[in-house]
């Protein structure tokens, strides 16, 4: 392994660029930015970090864990393990990912995104008490970034369900009839794992059947038509009832356009993506 070498004071100026840009949301000017660095200083420890950061903002795991190949001599070993836990979670690697949150953890007690990362992979993991302390310790370190989850009964979600399908145009909700609504506290590895690259687990919602226009099957081959709603994680997503009862509703209808057989660009068009 060569020896670490830093970035110049300038470097790490561009590099902050980099982070602003990305923190804009603009993605293909800070994939630009970072490429031009990357070939004048290819292999760099801490450019390699922020390369898999901006892979994980694009979508994608697999490159993000490709870029931190040999990237554990960074200027910040608590991000490489929290960025390396982070793309293993979108992967569905919960127990590695678990691990490399806790590495962070280990040298940066105080990561609060490390800590609520615990949290949702020990969900995923069915182990609630577990999860439930590192959300309190996500909240108690940043709780405007990390606040607790919502937490609502049952009955009250299920109503906030049904009240979005009563909300829907009367021709869709005669075609829904037939179809399952399902409510679940989070979605399976079976599920997560029916496509290659795997859905994330954060996922609000998942149509699975087929859709009625075609007669091949989405996400769960040969499965019959369902929609469902994974419940732990639209409650984390929220911050109150009110816009727990929007994104129910956005969840519902996107969800909806999927059997209606759109895809995720017409989805985005009608604002449900």
């Known amino acids: 392994m060569k020896p670490y070498e830093t970035l110049s004071e300038t470097e ?45 903002a694009e979508g994608e795991p697999e490159a993000a864990l490709e870029a931190l190949r040999g990237a554990e ?8 393990f929290y960025l390396r836990a982070a793309a293993r979670y979108d992967l569905v690697k919960f127990e590695e ?20 990362l615990c949290s949702r992979v020990l969900e995923h993991l069915e182990r609630p008490e ?4 590192a959300a309190a310790e996500a909240y108690a370190i940043d709780p405007e970034a990390f606040p607790l989850p919502l937490e609502v009964s049952d009955v009250e979600f299920d109503a906030l369900v ?7 145009p009367k021709p869709i909700r005669a075609k ?29 919602g998942l149509f699975a059947g087929r859709h009625i226009f075609t007669e091949t099957s989405t996400a769960v081959p040969e499965a019959p038509g369902a929609i469902c709603l994974f419940r732990r994680n639209i409650l984390r997503a929220c911050a109150d009832k009110e ?25 985005d068009d009608w604002g449900l993506a």
């Not at 049904?162 to 829907?168: A, I, K, P, Y």
């Open 12 to 56: 790490w100026m561009q590099v902050e660029r980099v982070r602003d840009l990305l923190d804009e949301g603009e993605l293909e000017e800070a994939r630009a930015a970072l490429e031009a660095m990357l070939r004048k200083r290819p292999g760099q420890a801490d450019l390699c970090i922020e390369n898999a950061s901006l892979y994980l």
């Open 73 to 80: 001599r960074s200027a910040d070993p608590a991000m490489f």
């Open 97 to 116: 990912s678990l691990e490399d949150a806790r590495r962070t953890i280990a040298i940066h007690p105080d990561h609060a995104a490390a800590w609520d």
């Open 130 to 133: 577990e999860a439930a302390k």
């Open 162 to 168: 049904r009240r979005s399908l009563r909300e829907l």
């Open 176 to 204: 829904l009839e037939e179809l399952p609504v399902l409510v679940q506290p989070l979605p399976s590895r079976e599920m997560l794992t029916a496509e290659d690259p795997p859905f994330t687990p954060d996922l609000l």
């Open 243 to 267: 816009e727990l009862a929007r994104e129910v509703r956005i969840t519902v209808q996107h969800e909806v356009g999927h059997y209606m057989g759109l895809d995720e660009d017409e989805l």
